[in-house]
């Protein structure tokens, strides 16, 4: 089965730039999918097709996919930024979606 | 606006079934996209368990697919998630959303915590 791997945790300082990677086997070939997470709430999707941003979701949020890693970038973190993070495939060789480990990102 | 509401029991005894339901308003499910359920148990990560397309074709996680049956009803403008044979392991928040086929999921709804418990 296709397997999304992430960095636990990333911390980083206000307005500074986080970079959570997702690394899967030729990620590359597929669209990825980027969702924030906050503690008690639904995800949002915040970046899709690899760097394509919904209505709403700053420009601070960009998303890169290249070989085996996909990147999330957070420019200019703010407080509000503290979440957690999962990046998402659709796997056609088994038809389901699968979900990254998840990271957690801390404003220090 | 496209708004999701899961609701069904919040406790679910070991072995039996766990049936789920979604209203959707704002969107009339069967002009289209695909819907599905995600869950996520207590302090973990997301994990996928399957969609419905608006004529109803399914996709379903493998490791679920004996125990799983999403179902969806355009008159109701709404779709179901049933889990048989449920245990410990399936206690988890289970949240409904708009799935575009094959590819990213949003929005999603609030979600419904469900405990299998006796």
């Known amino acids: 089965s296709y397997v999304l791997t992430q960095p636990p945790s990333v911390s980083v300082a206000p307005g500074q730039t986080a970079r959570i990677t997702c690394g899967g086997n030729?990620?590359?070939?597929?669209?990825v999918h980027w969702y924030q997470q906050k503690p008690g709430q639904a995800p949002v999707l915040v970046v899709y097709?690899?760097?394509d941003r919904p209505s709403g979701i700053p420009e601070r949020f960009s998303g890169s996919n290249s070989g085996n890693t996909a990147t999330l970038t957070i420019s200019r973190v703010e407080a509000g930024d503290e979440a957690d993070y999962y990046c998402?495939?659709?796997?056609?060789?088994?038809?389901?979606?699968?979900f990254g480990t998840g990271t957690k990102v801390t404003v220090l | 606006q496209v708004q999701l509401q899961e609701s069904g029991p919040g406790l679910v005894r070991p072995s039996e079934t766990l049936s789920l339901t979604c209203a959707v308003s704002?969107?009339?499910?069967?002009?289209?996209?695909?819907w599905g359920w995600i869950r996520q148990p207590p302090g973990k990560g997301l994990e996928w368990i399957g969609s419905?397309?608006?004529?109803?074709?399914?996709y379903y996680n493998p490791s679920l697919r004996s125990r799983v049956t999403i179902s969806i009803d355009t008159s109701k403008n709404q779709f179901s998630l049933r889990l048989s044979s449920v245990t410990a392991a399936d206690t988890a928040v289970y949240f409904c959303?708009?799935?575009?086929?094959?590819?990213?999921?949003?929005?999603w709804g609030q979600g419904t915590l469900v405990t299998v418990s006796s």
């Open positions: 998402q495939v659709w796997d056609s060789s088994s038809d389901r979606g699968v």
């Open positions: 704002g969107y009339s499910i069967s002009n289209g996209y695909s």
């Open positions: 030729n990620i590359g070939s597929k669209s």
């Open positions: 959303a708009r799935h575009m086929t094959r590819n990213w999921v949003a929005p």
């Open positions: 419905i397309s608006h004529s109803g074709s399914t």
């Open positions: 097709d690899d760097s």
